[in-house]
């Protein structure tokens, strides 16, 4: 499975972007899909995650609902939705493949379950 995640730039704070996330390979198999940042300096962390049948969806309580994951399995894409940006939000952003049948939150959120990950989408915000 390759993933390939676009759609980074640069944007105002109070803006919005919209990253993808193309999958190609395996596609035989849908899986969980998340999205995780990291800024320098700083651990990894978990934005969001859609369980394979795009049932359910888990996001990062401290994005306080400005983010909003989908996917559109037809195309073998996943997207998070990226409104009201702040300077925090600056990081290089991740989609990354889960392979269970799992929907747990504490399953979805981390990343060490996650088998396949994209090289990443730079995301710069300014005030």
């Known amino acids: 499975v390759q993933l390939q995640a676009s759609g980074g730039g640069s944007a105002q704070a109070g803006g919005s972007l919209r990253l993808t996330c193309v999958g190609s390979?395996?596609?035989?198999?849908?899986?969980?899909m998340g999205w995780f940042r990291q800024s320098p300096g700083k651990e990894r962390e978990f934005v969001a995650a859609?369980?394979?049948?795009?049932?359910?969806?888990w996001h990062a309580d401290t994005l306080s609902g400005r983010f909003t994951i989908s996917r559109e399995n037809s195309e073998n894409v996943v997207y998070l939705e990226m409104n009201k940006l702040k300077p925090e939000d600056t990081a290089k952003y991740y989609c990354?493949?889960?392979?269970?049948?799992?929907?747990?939150?504490?399953?979805?959120?981390?990343?060490?379950?996650?088998?396949?990950w994209g090289r990443g989408t730079q995301v710069t915000v300014s005030s």
């Open positions: 990354a493949a889960e392979m269970s049948d799992s929907w747990y939150y504490s399953v979805l959120s981390d990343q060490t379950k996650y088998s396949y």
């Open positions: 390979g395996r596609t035989d198999h849908n899986y969980n």
């Open positions: 859609v369980t394979s049948d795009g049932g359910i969806t």
